[in-house]
T-cell receptor, first 118, second 111 residues
Framework: AQKITQTQPGMFVQEKEAVTLDCTYD???????LFWYKQPSSGEMIFLIY??????QNATEGRYSLNFQKARKSANLVISASQLGDSAMYFC???????????????FGQGTILTVHP | DTGVSQDPRHKITKRGQNVTFRCDPI?????LYWYRQTLGQGPEFLTY????????KSRLLSDRFSAERPKGSFSTLEIQRTEQGDSAMYLC?????????FGSGTRLTVV
């Protein structure tokens, strides 16, 4: 069974600094996808970044980058130049891709609350 | 329509009552998922539709829960005889290839 672990219940960062949110995963499937979502207090899940298990390079999207270390089964999110609007809950999620009957459902971690201080 | 719409946004109900939530997906997305998120936790998968067919149900989906997606368009999630433990955010998500779009959710409070 898939499992996602986010060990940081809360993180604090100073505005304009960089912050890393940790995510480790466990799966026996060689094909999988890793996602990061942001959930502000309004409740909507906002897609940030995606990394496929066979992607050779780490994914980047603007201020977001994913530090993908396949052998260690970690997929940490790095937010550069933090902004006050980055304060939210952040979730790491995984989806199996090949075969099986997962039908593309996502398995989420417990989340990390990020607070950006001015 | 560029997003996934969920209605209502908030629902307060008395224990034992039935409630129904609606999800209107992005029109070209044939895959639809329901998730439940309790306070301080990540979303947990409930059920999956491909077009109108319900192809997977989680063990979390007890007999009191039923979901439908008639004609492969909007979907409804009904909870019968609600219990306080059903209080949660219910999220709908749709996907086409491998990207997902989530709705804003329906927050259910059972009193």
């Amino acid at each position: 069974a898939q499992k996602i672990t986010q060990t940081q219940p809360g993180m604090f960062v100073q505005e304009k600094e960089a912050v890393t949110l940790d995510c480790t995963y466990d799966t026996s499937d060689p094909s999988y996808g890793l996602f990061w979502y942001k959930q502000p207090s309004s409740g909507e899940m906002i897609f940030l970044i995606y990394q496929g298990s066979y992607d050779q390079q780490n994914a980047t999207e603007g201020r977001y980058s994913l530090n993908f270390q396949k052998a260690r089964k970690s997929a940490n999110l790095v937010i550069s130049a933090s902004q006050l609007g980055d304060s939210a809950m952040y979730f790491c999620a995984m989806r199996e891709l090949a075969g099986g009957t997962s039908y593309g459902k996502l398995t989420f971690g417990q989340g990390t609350i990020l607070t950006v201080h001015p | 329509d560029t997003g996934v719409s969920q209605d209502p946004r908030h629902k307060i109900t008395k224990r034992g009552q039935n409630v129904t939530f609606r999800c209107d997906p992005i029109s070209e997305h044939n895959r639809l998922y329901w998730y439940r998120q309790t306070l301080g936790q990540g979303p947990e998968f409930l059920t999956y539709f491909q077009n109108e067919a319900q192809l997977e149900k989680s063990r979390l989906l007890s007999d009191r829960f039923s979901a439908e997606r008639p004609k492969g368009s909007f979907s409804t999630l009904e909870i019968q005889r609600t219990e306080q433990g059903d209080s949660a955010m219910y999220l709908c998500a749709t996907s086409s290839n491998y990207g997902y779009t989530f709705g804003s959710g329906t927050r259910l409070t059972v009193v």
